[in-house]
């Protein structure tokens, strides 16, 4: 069973930077399984929302409102998925979510992943 924990959350202000992370246990991540890690976002009365995924070919995805700002990445050898977030805008504010699944097909579709960490908070203030 795969269990997923985001951390690096925090306070910054617009203009600033964070790294996020996301270390996975209980799986075993190999091409032939197809895994795609995705890292979504949920702003409060507002549906959550996909920010970027990193499929097993290695192929990246980003929602238009983040490209050029943040950039997606793993560490394969520690199991690591990261969020690199740079450029920080008020409207980036939100609880972020790392998520796994296989063969996914639409990244930005919630339902298409299967397991998800508890999150962590990013409030950017202007």
């Known amino acids: 069973q795969v269990h997923l924990v985001e951390s690096g959350g925090g306070s910054v202000q617009a203009g600033g930077s964070l790294r996020l992370s996301c270390a996975s246990s209980?799986?075993?991540?190999?091409?032939?399984?197809?895994?795609?890690m995705g890292w979504f976002r949920q702003a409060p009365g507002k549906e959550r929302e996909g920010v970027a995924a990193?499929?097993?070919?290695?192929?990246?995805s980003y929602a238009d409102s983040v490209k050029d700002r943040f950039t997606i990445s793993r560490d394969n050898g520690k199991n690591v998925l990261y969020l690199q977030m740079n450029s920080l805008r008020p409207e980036d504010t939100g609880t972020y979510y790392c998520?796994?699944?296989?063969?996914?097909?639409?990244?930005?579709?919630?339902?298409?992943?299967?397991?998800w960490g508890q999150g962590t908070q990013v409030t950017v203030s202007s």
């Open positions: 990193l499929d097993h070919d290695g192929t990246t």
């Open positions: 209980g799986y075993t991540y190999t091409r032939s399984n197809g895994y795609c």
């Open positions: 998520a796994q699944g296989n063969w996914v097909a639409a990244k930005f579709d919630v339902y298409e992943y299967n397991s």
